[in-house]
């Protein structure tokens, strides 16, 4: 049976520098593993429209996966896919999993709430035996669908969490490789802080889980020897969430010599000097740290964690201590002021990091931003206009 696996975005080739989807890559790996003909289209780097590569792979499942700030573009995709017929719609991905029922409602016959990964094969068997697959899906956690009489039903939630340890490593010849700048590698799900703006917890929960050091490293081993000598970007939000994690990583990586330059994001109160030359010695070139303002009184109120001073503190010591450091900034915060925002240029200027990119504040769902908006001021559209709010403001 095939399967096409569409990553749905606006896009980018030409504007930023994009990353080869690896949540569902993951997922359309476990399919491939167990034996299906697995597809991959990503309208981040290909703008060929979604009917052309339906017509040339004549799939029998599409699996959909998209943000929020991509949730308009989504609902065009499966009414186009809706119109060819024939075809079993999946979705997934953090918007899908906050808003299931509205996916499904827009015409797609399962929406998966969480990590995909431990219900992409009961579905694949549950669409392709014969007969109605409502009996089949009522037995799958995680799941929101529509039965034959119409009615949306909600499964339970999934028991357990993915196992991390055991995930096989994303299968990269599924992607047209030519399309993407560097190799990629997503080792983690959740995130235990607590940023008001951010909803990096998504599927994975609001604890953070991680891959061990070893079973990073060997991914990373079988990188090399199928692609040898990389630039690698660390696409996870932490590197680590625990020091000694860190420091043991890194003194592995060292001791295996892997011929690999990467780029990770950390938080500002994670350096020291002792781990920069870790990183330094380990192959890191460069780091990215989130430091949203220069203002205490915003970092306090968005619940960053994080003073002035410790933002300071570890952009001298990375930058003094020899790696790259790329700085992300929040500009119309809630309850921000003129003067909160020269805090920033003024932390800039005091700290001078090699990169600076500055990114306009938007409401996310499943922050509370977005769940008590009217109390900050903020003006929703409709979910199936989303894009007029994160591309071109409110």
């Known amino acids: 049976m095939r399967i096409l696996f569409i990553h749905v975005s606006q896009n980018w080739q030409g504007r930023v520098y994009p990353e080869y989807p690896l949540g569902v890559g993951i997922v359309a790996t476990i399919a491939r593993n167990a034996g299906y003909e697995v597809f991959f289209h990503d309208m981040a780097v290909d703008d060929t429209p979604v009917e052309e590569v339906v017509g040339r792979v004549a799939p029998r499942i599409v699996a959909l996966s998209f943000l929020s700030t991509s949730a308009t573009k989504g609902g065009e995709v499966i009414r186009k896919l809706r119109r060819l017929g024939g075809i079993t719609l999946i979705a997934g991905g953090i918007h899908t999993s906050i808003f299931p029922e509205h996916v499904v409602a827009l015409g797609v016959d399962v929406a998966v709430v969480g990590e995909g990964e431990g219900v992409i094969l009961p579905l694949l068997d549950a669409f392709s035996r014969e007969g109605d697959p409502s009996l089949r899906l009522s037995a799958i956690p995680g799941i929101v669908y529509r039965e034959r009489s119409g009615r949306i039903r909600r499964n339970p939630p999934a028991a357990t969490s993915v196992d991390l340890e055991t995930l096989p490593p994303v299968e990269r010849s599924i992607y047209d490789?030519?399309?993407?700048?560097?190799?990629?590698?997503?080792?983690?799900?959740?995130?235990?802080?607590?940023?008001?703006?951010?909803?990096?917890?998504?599927p994975g929960g609001r604890k953070g889980r991680m891959a061990s050091p070893s079973r990073i490293l060997s991914e990373l081993e079988w990188l090399v020897e199928r692609y040898g000598a990389m630039t690698l970007y660390w696409a996870d939000d932490m590197f680590f969430f625990s020091r000694r994690k860190r420091l043991e990583f890194c003194a592995m990586m060292k001791e295996r010599g892997l011929p690999i330059e990467?780029?990770?994001?950390?938080?500002?109160?994670?350096?020291?000097?002792?781990?920069?030359d870790a990183l330094l010695a380990a192959?890191?070139?460069?780091?990215?740290?989130?430091?949203?303002?220069?203002?205490?009184?915003?970092?306090?109120?968005?619940?960053?964690?994080?003073?002035?001073?410790?933002?300071?503190?570890?952009?001298?010591?990375?930058?003094?201590?020899?790696?790259r450091v790329k700085t992300w900034w929040i500009l119309g915060l809630p309850g921000?002021?003129?003067?909160?925002?020269?805090?920033?240029?003024?932390?800039?200027?005091?700290?001078?990091?090699h990169e600076v990119a500055v990114h306009t504040f938007v409401p996310l769902p499943g922050t509370i931003y977005w769940e008590e908006a009217e109390r900050f001021g903020i003006h929703l559209p409709p979910l199936d206009r989303l894009e007029q709010l994160y591309y071109y403001g409110n």
């Not at 700048?181 to 917890?201: E, L, M, N």
């Not at 990467?262 to 920069?276: E, F, H, S, T, Y």
């Not at 003067?339 to 920033?344: G, K, L, M, N, R």
Request: proline share 4%.
């Open 283 to 323: 192959g890191c070139t460069k780091i990215c740290l989130g430091a949203e303002s220069g203002s205490d009184r915003l970092l306090q109120s968005v619940e960053k964690g994080l003073t002035r001073a410790q933002i300071a503190a570890g952009i001298r010591c990375a930058v003094e201590g020899g790696l």
């Open 177 to 202: 490789l030519s399309r993407y700048p560097h190799h990629s590698i997503i080792t983690s799900r959740g995130c235990p802080y607590r940023c008001k703006f951010c909803c990096a917890w998504g």
């Open 262 to 276: 990467w780029i990770a994001q950390l938080r500002a109160d994670n350096l020291d000097p002792l781990l920069v």
């Open 336 to 353: 921000g002021t003129f003067e909160d925002q020269f805090a920033s240029l003024d932390l800039i200027a005091e700290t001078r990091p």
